[in-house]
């Protein structure tokens, strides 16, 4: 085809690609579009809402959907932008023809849409539609017929009434969507209410003019083909055929070079465009002002917060424009990042189940006048974003974090927007007359393309007329206002002669550039430093793009431990984002290929920044900084709009044949084909200019192709690298059969169990990676709040799962909805479990319960058991999922079950950390050794629990019976119990094993080994233990169980140790206890989890001192009771005491003696309290309390330098080995920098 090449030849620089005229074809007729009119599943089978076979004849004629066709197209095809004839007649007519008579509204209408091909890149589209009077005798009396048997079936009915409803929920989504125009005034519709009379009535068709580009100039395509509609309905025929307009924006009018502006001509006046330079923000014409004024600022930062976060959003709006508007502005604000999942601006009606698509979508769908949102039913709505446009509301998912620094940058957005006269939904504009409003509201329909007949017609004589200018120049001399005429044209001609539309699009490209550099500003503060983190480990693009999967990309722990603290809910989750993953991506590969456009200039931002220190030093502030740059960056688009650097070649006769599309008012042409389908020869400088350049490019890709080794493998793995992970980004809009419908479902099912294996292998590997850190491998690389995401992420992912493929939606919530079908028949799924969740009264929503229940299952290390067990009902399975969807797929279910399975193998925390408030029932036994001593004791026992997030306070065990259930509110993980008794009886001794106590809820068991006596007269003498708990395997998994377990908590001191360490094997346990509490104060203060394990555990810094002062200790004395290195501490002490009484301690220095005087008080102290501890406990507490009040490097030498060490420690032991000793203060002089707080169960009875 030899017009195939010749249009091709300069299509990548050229403004537009294809010219598109969608219609009805005459010669087919009415043919009812099946798909668009009727409720659709998702295999494409009409569903009960409508009849099978034909047309819906409830419904009045005029208000059916008709299939539109693709009347025209030019040029035939574009090589690197194949012309889709489907998908654009869906998006240029996307509920097909509409009828209308005489006696109708028939305004043009302007909409936009935008394709996205497999790459992830765009073409738009640009329509304006028209209504067109039918001439063909035989759509009329077609049409007549229609109506004829629309009145023999419904001949009491004078309006349509409602098709009958559905059980399902996509089906009542569908009818409430059916026939969303506009409804016309009742005085409008009286004659077509009466009935269409083809000899009465005239008969109009809507037909739409589309130009398709490869970048979004909305302004320019909106002006220059309302121009071509003005010249069709204006009583005189255009200065030149239609043709050479066409022929001219197609073929001689070039995209503008970067950072250039260019004109070129429309029908009737020139059209302005400009793009951005290559340091700038990329272009975007759509305006941004509007989206606010739509939405209100806040709501628009929330539905910005929710766009980086991925979620599924929905925009509703009866205006298709709207919804283009706003999916486009809230794209354009996510510079530097970019959208990578579904993105359907305008939804077409045949599309509508692809709203069941269990990924993150942004989809458009119009809404019905009058359409109330509750009856909206949608598949799935637990992680859905609902932005209503027309009525400025919108519905957020829960569980959702605040942007950060969230109010100053909505106050930043306001400033920006008063400047510019606009005032969104929330503020309260400035009062005026009700004449000015209405004048400002005619302003704005003339802006959207909303005026009616003769003010449209008014409003485009005037428009750029010299005539208006000089009478106005007049009537300001005068004083005379002409206030309905500004209102009317938009101002007339402004500033160096520009008309009111020129200055309309300078004013929307000002404010559009400034809200832009806001946006973009805040993430040039928020990732100033992301390049430190990135991890660039392979050694060449192949290997990369090989290893991809298996690679970190990004240090994600360490990113967010250099944060601000408020900024952590909202990074944490969005770093785990594809955006994100693909941002990173692009910036690894720009080490060996060119750099994404958008990372170049984020990335030059980023240096700017640095050269000019605009970031404070302190990487951790939460400052906010404003934007510093919006004055130039408006100023750079004004200097390109006031001096236009290129004009486009003229509208100029083309050969054309004498006779043939001749003009006839209010009727578009039948265009000469042969003229529009060749572009011109190369003999204008534009095409030799770009012939050249594509020759150099030629010449340089051979060049490069003789260099790399293997080209194509390279380019395959590319191409594979760049969709990991990313889902279907548009619907086929070309071939909706039901095979192809279900191998999109197929798809789905496939990206969600990927996804499943995904995550759980995150989780796992993350998990892990902190345990080996607990058992002294490696560095930690996952924080409670990443650990928190993760699980967040899954909740999400399970509740898409549940969602898909739904035969009736029941609730927000698909997951809590089939739980609560399930135990309503015969089955018990952990009826308890459930039951505790309904009773939690924090929680109030669905989706709230169905996370809930997740997170338990997950802390039982039971989710794939119980989620198993639900899906074993293959009835209710059946009953209430459709046969394509994912639960109903036996393979892929089986693995994403085992998926689940291998979470088993770590501790997760992730109920009792979340739900910190509710009331929980414990369960505490004390088991005594028998063997040993008593098994009762006649003395009164009594027990206090802690742990993280609080104590249960001291509680009296009932005599003899030794174990106890006690309701208190959730103490988080358990870390130590308080275990005594009050000495009375004869029996009072008390020989303890362990106190093992249980979460009711969770089914944790913590054990508290003890393995000492309680009683006066034996052992160390104690009365009271503090016991450090670790948690218990369930027995049935003690042995199966072990090989993959979580390391144990640390036991509690003192118990018997047979085999004595070595001095080597001390001072290591003493520099490791130090180690761990310097690590536990370098994570986020939430993370920490509790201090008294390492303090008080075993291999914690009381136990390591505990060997230190026992290595060389002569406890052991023949006939005589065992001694304690209390017994040496209290010794020294005295000495002390009396040797400052005798005045020896005088002559030392002044520090030292206040440092001794420090150590008496503390020993005194603790020799006084009430509580009745042993010797072992009164040197845990001095060493505990030294810690804190960091006076342990100081009350060493004052214990070393004393008499009474030489009689009772050998000479070989550590503690008078000066090296040591001085060696063993320098460790613990690391602890003066953190402020340690003791858990109150050590210190209770205790006032230093």
Known sequence: MSGTNAASGGAPCRFAHYFVICGIDTETGLEPDELAGKNVDSFGCFLSGTPEGGENFEQSPLKRTFKSKVLAHYPENVEWNPFDRDAVNMLCMPKGLSFRTQADAREPQFHSFLITRE?????????????????????????????????????????????????????????????????????????????????????????ALCLITPMPFMHACRRFLSQLHRAITAPSPP???????????????????????????????????????????????????????????????????????????????????????????????????????????????????????????????????????????????????????????????????????????????????????????????????????????????????????EQLAMLELLQGNATLEKLQALTKRTGVHVEALRGIGGGGEGLGGRTGFEEEELRNAKLNVQLREVFACRFTT????????????????????????????????????????????????????????????????????????????FDGRIDKARLYNVRAPNLRSSNYQKCTILKESAQAIEQRLMKIDHTAIHPHLLDMKIGQGKYVQGFFPKLQSDVLSVGPTNSNRWSNRTATAQRRKDRHRQRTEHLTLDNDLKEKYMQEARSLGKNLRQPKLSDLSPAVIAQTNWKFVEGLLKECRMKTKRMLVEKMGREAVELGHGEANITGLEENTLIASLCDLLERIWSHGLQVKQGKSALWSHLMHYQAREEKLEQQQAEHIQSMGEIKTDVGRARAWIRLSLEKKLLSQHLKRLLSHTALTKKL???????????????????????????????????????????????PIKKLSNAMTTSNPWVCVSGELGDSGVMQIPKNVLEMTFDCHNLGKLTTVQLGHDNSGLLAKWLVDCVMVRNEITGHTYKFPCGRWLGKGVDDGSLERVLIGELALPSAEEDCGRGCRTPDMQRSPGQTRRVKPTSGQIQDAIGEAVNNICKHFHKPEKERGSLTILLCGEVGLVWALEQFFNNGFKSA????????????????????????????????????????????????????????????????????????????????????????????????????????????????????????????????????
């Open 881 to 927: 999922y459709k046969r394509y969807a994912f639960l109903r797929c036996e393979d892929e279910k089986e693995q994403f079950l085992f998926h689940l399975l291998s979470l088993n193998t770590v501790d997760y925390f992730c109920f009792t950390s979340v739900f910190t408030t509710i009331m929980i029932p414990y369960h505490a036994v004390i088991i």
């Open 526 to 601: 928020m990732f100033a430093d992301y390049e430190a983190f990135v991890i660039q480990s392979a050694p060449d693009l192949e290997s990369w793009l090989t290893n991809r999967e298996q690679m970190h990309n990004f240090d994600k722990a360490s990113f967010l431990s250099d944060q601000p603290e408020p900024y952590l809910p909202f990074l944490s989750h969005f770093i785990e984002t594809q955006m994100f993953a693909t941002f990173i991506d692009n910036k690894i590969m720009s080490q060996w290929e060119e750099k994404e456009p958008l990372l170049r200039v």
């Open 1117 to 1248: 004395r023949l006939f005589q009771k065992t001694v304690f290195v209390w017994d040496f501490v209290e010794k020294a002490v005295a000495y002390m005491e009396s040797a400052d009484q005798m005045g020896d301690m005088q002559e030392t220095t002044e520090p030292l003696g206040l440092t001794c005087v420090s150590l008496c008080r503390y020993v005194s102290a603790i020799n006084s309290t009430s509580r009745n501890i042993g010797k072992d406990g009164k040197f845990q507490l001095l060493v505990c309390l030294g810690a804190r009040d960091h006076l342990l490097p100081q009350w060493l030498p004052l214990l070393v330098e004393c008499p009474v060490i030489q009689r009772m420690y050998e000479e070989s032991a550590l503690l008078r080995d000066r090296t040591t000793v001085n060696a063993l203060i320098a460790v613990l002089q690391t602890l003066d920098d953190f402020p340690i707080t003791l858990e109150a169960s050590l210190i209770k009875g205790i006032d230093l």
């Open 239 to 453: 200065p030149l055929p239609l043709e050479s307009y066409i022929h001219n924006i197609l073929y001689e009018v070039p995209l503008p070079p970067p950072g250039r502006s260019l004109k070129f001509h429309g029908v009737y006046e020139p059209i302005v465009c400009q793009r951005p330079g290559p340091g700038e923000l990329p272009v975007a014409d759509f305006p941004l002002g509007q989206t606010f004024t739509l939405l209100g600022v806040e709501n628009l930062v929330q539905l910005f917060t929710c766009t980086l976060l991925e979620m599924q959003i929905l925009l509703y709006s009866q205006d298709y424009q709207q919804l283009m508007t706003v999916a486009e502005g809230i794209t354009t604000l996510l510079f530097p990042f970019q959208w990578q999942h579904v993105y359907v601006p305008i939804l077409p009606a045949s599309l509508l189940h692809f709203l069941d698509a269990p990924v993150p979508y942004l989809m458009g769908l119009q809404s019905k006048e009058g359409t109330d949102r509750s009856k909206l039913e949608l598949p799935q709505e637990a992680n859905l974003c609902f932005v209503d446009i027309d009525n400025h509301c919108i519905e957020l998912p829960e569980d959702f974090p605040q942007f950060p620094n969230k109010p100053e940058f909505i106050q930043e957005l306001n400033e920006v927007l008063l400047r510019f006269g606009i005032y969104p939904v929330e503020g309260t504009p400035l009062t005026s007359t009700p004449s000015q409003q209405a004048l400002r509201e005619l302003e704005d329909d003339g802006r959207n393309g909303n005026l009616e007949g």
């Open 119 to 207: 790459d992830g890149s765009r073409t738009y589209g640009f329509v304006h539609t028209f209504y067109e009077e039918v001439t063909s005798s035989q759509i009329c009396s077609a049409m007549q017929t229609l109506y004829q048997m629309h009145q023999a079936e419904n001949p009491s009915s004078a309006a349509p009434s409602s098709t009958s409803s559905s059980s399902s929920s996509m089906d009542s989504l569908a009818s409430s969507l059916d026939e969303a125009d506009p409804v016309p005034s009742s005085s409008c519709r009286s004659v077509a209410c009466s009935g269409y009379d083809a000899s009465r009535d005239t008969l109009y068709v809507s037909k």
